[in-house]
């Protein structure tokens, strides 16, 4: 099974399929942000008619970039299950940059509907765009850091066939969730053109695809956590991984939230990592770390 296993994986994520995907991706980037331009142009023109609609995404040009930034985190969530049987560290670095992406596609959607009265302090929105882009600053720092000290980790010899039994078993996880993903994209696609046609409002792509997404994935790291218990018993490496998920926990309550707390729950997430990791390279490195 394991044999399989590595050859379906090497297959589905090998560089050729990846290339294509990544070019599939970047076309219909391109298509979809051109049509969503071309809505709020029509719309403008009041060739069509949204007004029982949600126009957030259909008041401004800038809001357009919204549908590029959507296809491409497909693309992110599909290079995660291509890290996921990597390691630990790998995996959450990926995660982190998915939710950077999803930050910085909600401050393109938010920014055309900023209020520029005088005012324009006293207005909520703006406030909450201000913490948005402060906050992205600081997570993106967050994960320079974090991705900085997973290059402190120490390296391991692939050849042990315990590791390389450990890695089957990943890829055995991370095939699984890419074909429940695919069905759960599939779903979502026809959530969010069903919503449109039958009570003509837009749903959020966040909380139809996403917040799924992230629960999967916690479910996930826990399997492969628990799977860590056949071949390893160090301490600090399992704290290490429960660290991990407590992280993807907090991510994955940000969806479900709403106003400052999205950003606030992501960023003590993402601290809590690379906290977890700094303490374990001191573990695993006491030397190194202290002439740092």
């Not at 299950?81 to 790998?90: A, C, E, I, K, N």
């Not at 910085?104 to 765009?129: G, Q, Y």
């Amino acid at each position: 099974m394991r044999d399989t296993a590595n050859s379906l994986f090497n297959s589905v994520f090998a560089d050729t399929v990846r290339k294509k995907i990544e070019n599939l991706i970047l076309i219909l980037a391109g298509f979809g942000f051109i049509i969503h331009l071309l809505l709020i142009f029509l719309k403008e023109l009041t060739l069509i008619e949204v007004s029982d609609l949600n126009q957030e995404l259909l008041n401004d040009p800038i809001s357009a970039i919204y549908t590029p930034f959507s296809l491409i985190l497909v693309y992110e969530v599909y290079l995660l299950l291509f890290y996921l049987p990597r390691s630990f560290t790998s995996c959450i670095s990926k995660q982190f940059e998915i939710i950077s992406l999803i930050v910085i596609r909600k401050i393109f959607k938010d920014i055309p509907l900023m209020d520029l009265n005088e005012n324009w302090i006293s207005s909520d929105h703006n406030i909450e765009l201000i913490v948005d882009l402060s906050g992205f600053l600081l997570l993106f720092f967050l994960i320079y850091l974090f991705n900085k000290g997973t290059q402190k980790l120490p390296k391991k010899n692939i050849t042990d066939p315990s590791l390389i039994r450990f890695i089957s078993s990943k890829k055995i996880v991370s095939l699984s969730l890419l074909v429940v993903m695919s069905f759960m994209a599939l779903n979502t696609i026809y959530e969010w053109i069903f919503n449109i046609y039958s009570s003509q409002t837009i749903t959020q792509i966040d909380g139809l695809f996403f917040n799924k997404f992230f629960t999967l994935l916690i479910l996930a790291d826990v399997i492969i956590l628990l799977i860590s218990f056949r071949y390893t018993e160090e301490y600090s490496k399992l704290i290490r991984n429960t660290g991990f998920i407590i992280s993807t926990i907090l991510i994955r309550l940000s969806f479900s939230s709403s106003g400052y707390l999205t950003m606030i729950l992501i960023l003590t997430g993402v601290s809590f990592a690379y906290l977890i990791l700094k303490i374990y390279n001191n573990i695993e490195n006491p030397k190194t770390n202290l002439k740092v």
